[in-house]
């Protein structure tokens, strides 16, 4: 183990160096005509990882394709074998004129380097391959079977990566799914995120008159859907901040004393987050703090409201429709359809008798969590420790990675997320960074990972 990290400290420069030969491709999944960069970048990734000693293949999908590198498998049958899951593909670079140094030329400032895709994610992926070269080139005992899986659609929803895990299912049979993709608190903070919110997403319509009327010749004696919408989601939720769907919380697994006391161990600072914001004041459900109501609780949120005149001046109109577009973020152990099931039941009974209401399909996705008590989280939060040299913090995150459920469907595996990127490095943002220090901490992780996850294996 000494040698495998004398390894990676000898070898920094270097690491640095082909950190910048990746990211000067201009792999942008979301446009077209970068079709041939994915391709050239993936080319560049097989390359590399066969240089590392891994057995690789480049498999066609039919987007961009996948690329699958291997640790040499070992002679002795029932090794833990673990799954790496990274992406090469970047979200697109524009506003160019806002980039203090251009997206694909990347330039190093202080302990950062600029450039589109640095800490999302090639830098990120790269830590765990620089970790396994650093292995198999100082002959040290690897504990276990390693699979790469980098895909090149991340950015643009993952379409062909549950076909492709469901046709390879058996190769891919795993212990645990390992990634790198999520944030951190800060380097003294090194982060572990244990749960994802889920979401059910929907359109509602209320449909009065068969055209907009007039509203001095017909007002008062028909009822506006426009006002019939606000009186229908203003019931949705309570002054205490809660939804009164009935039943909405009956699945929502409570938090127990050990999450709640680390989520008290996560830096924050109302006020400065209020004035982030730039809201008046903070508003949430009552009885939780702001760290526990954007992670940890399910919400009621109206995204769009659309009804009426919208242009110049007035127009004295009773509108012939409303509408909104209604996304509630769900929580462990909330399940996406039963709650669609509950909020349809519940708007359709206290939906004004006046107006009708129409219920649109949306998406769904479910929430994610695995056990803090898991040897696997206690593995990982090992190696968090042992590499940043500080108390890792496990974390519950507001959003989703709808891949995460894929890997848990599909495989039957959970997911460690272990994030390497800062706040501040910009991520989908103008002057994306990712801190060296952190690529550095990143591959000494990586390589203390193995032999702690295959401990408990
Ligand atoms: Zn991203």
Known sequence: MHNVLTYLHENET?????LCQYVRFPSVSAQPQ?????AACATWLVRRCRQIGLETKLCATPGNPVVIARTPRAKSKGRPHFLVYGHYDVQPPEPFELWKSPPFEPSVKGSSLY????????????????????????GAQLPCDITFVIEG????????????L?????????????????????????????????????????????RDLHSGLFGGTVDNPAMALCQLLGQMRDKKGR??????????????????????????????????????????ELGYAPIEQRSARPTFEINGLTSGYQGHGSKTIIPAWASAKLTLRLVPNQNPARIRQLVVQHLRKVCPPAVRLEISDGHGGEPYIVSLESN??????????????YEPIPVREGGSIPIVNDFKKILKVDTLLLGLALPDDNAHSPNEKFDLGVFAKGMQMSACLWQELAAVS
Request: overall charge positive.
């Open 115 to 138: 450039a589109r895709g640095a800490s999302d994610n090639k830098g990120q992926h790269l830590a765990h391959l620089n970790a396994i070269e650093a292995y198999l080139k100082t």
């Open 34 to 38: 970068h079709r041939k960069d994915l």
């Open 243 to 284: 939804v009164t769907v009935p039943g909405f919380y009956d699945d929502v697994r409570p938090l127990s004393p050990y999450e709640r006391k680390q989520m008290t161990r996560q830096p924050f600072n109302p006020r400065a987050y209020q004035k982030f914001l730039g809201v008046p004041k903070l508003f949430g």
């Open 376 to 389: 696997y989280v206690q593995a990982a939060l090992g190696a968090l420790r042992k590499a940043f040299g």
């Open 166 to 210: 469901r046709k390879n299912r058996s190769e891919l049979r795993c212990d645990t799914v390992v990634i790198s993709d999520t944030s951190m608190i800060g380097p003294r903070h090194p982060t572990l995120t244990y749960s994802l919110r889920g979401l059910c997403a929907m359109e509602i319509k209320l449909h009065g008159p068969s």
């Open 153 to 164: 659609e991340e950015e643009v929803g993952s379409a062909h990566l549950a076909p492709f």
């Open 14 to 18: 270097r690491f640095i160096d082909e």
